[in-house]
T-cell receptor, first 112, second 119 residues
Framework: GENVEQHPSTLSVQEGDSAVIKCTYS??????FPWYKQELGKRPQLIID?????GEKKDQRIAVTLNKTAKHFSLHITETQPEDSAVYFC???????????FGAGTTVTVRA | SAVISQKPSRDICQRGTSLTIQCQVD?????MFWYRQQPGQSLTLIAT?????????ESGFVIDKFPISRPNLTFSTLTVSNMSPEDSSIYLC????????????????FGSGTRLTVV
């Protein structure tokens, strides 16, 4: 199956600074890349996703970039706030498959 | 996106017993997925449940241990059988939305999870 690696495993940023999380995938047939935010004790929530025909997508303070050649995609959070503190998971899905393969997760802590 | 009701939210069970977890979706979905999430870990796919066919299990998971039912396009159950303390975990269902024009390829959503403790 698809192998998704996620870095860093933990990230601590000062409030107002930016946070970047990077994921790499192994299968060039992957064409859908969602990002999930999971707060403690809660379900994973989709925050943004990107398809392979797009290089970048933004939604307010959140953006995702995709480099198909290098097979990596990144989550960018600008002007971080304490409520951004959570675990973030990247995932990838291969074309003609329905399963998501998840990265190991990044614990983001925003320091006030 | 689909709204999923999952229950129970938590349970404490004796070893050797079984627990059935239910997921009800507010719209028709083709694929339902069952995940396990150990504390502080990522999501591990147990199986994919497609209505009208046998569930497809991932490596390391077997039907005798995790039987799944999928009687219609809005409902599924996962049973954790003959439980041991190693089965203590959070179990989550997830769906990929289905539309009348075909499969939607975005918007996977999750149930609220079942926190299982086996003693």
């Amino acid at each position: 199956g698809e192998n998704v690696e996620q870095h860093p495993s933990t990230l601590s940023v000062q409030e107002g600074d930016s946070a970047v999380i990077k994921c790499t995938y192994s299968d060039s047939a992957s064409n859908y890349f969602p990002w999930y935010k999971q707060e403690l004790g809660k379900r994973p929530q989709l925050i943004i996703d990107i398809r392979s025909n797009v290089g970048e997508k933004k939604d307010q303070r959140i953006a995702v970039t995709l480099n198909k050649t290098a097979k990596h995609f990144s989550l960018h959070i600008t002007e971080t706030q304490p409520e951004d503190s959570a675990v973030y998971f990247c995932a990838a899905r291969k074309e003609n498959d329905y399963k998501l393969s998840f990265g190991a997760g990044t614990t983001v802590t925003v320091r006030a | 996106s689909a709204v999923i009701s999952q229950k129970p939210s938590r349970d404490i069970c004796q070893r050797g017993t079984s627990l059935t977890i239910q997921c009800q979706v507010d719209s028709q979905v083709t694929m339902m997925f069952w995940y396990r999430q150990q504390p502080g870990q990522s999501l591990t796919l147990i199986a994919t449940a497609n209505q009208g066919s046998e569930a497809t299990y991932e490596s390391g998971f077997v039907i005798d241990k995790f039987p799944i039912s999928r009687p219609n396009l809005t409902f599924s159950t996962l049973t954790v059988s003959n439980m041991s303390p190693e089965d203590s975990s959070i179990y989550l269902c997830s769906v990929e939305p289905y539309t009348s024009s075909g499969l939607a390829n975005y918007g996977y959503t999750f149930g609220s999870g079942t926190r299982l403790t086996v003693v």
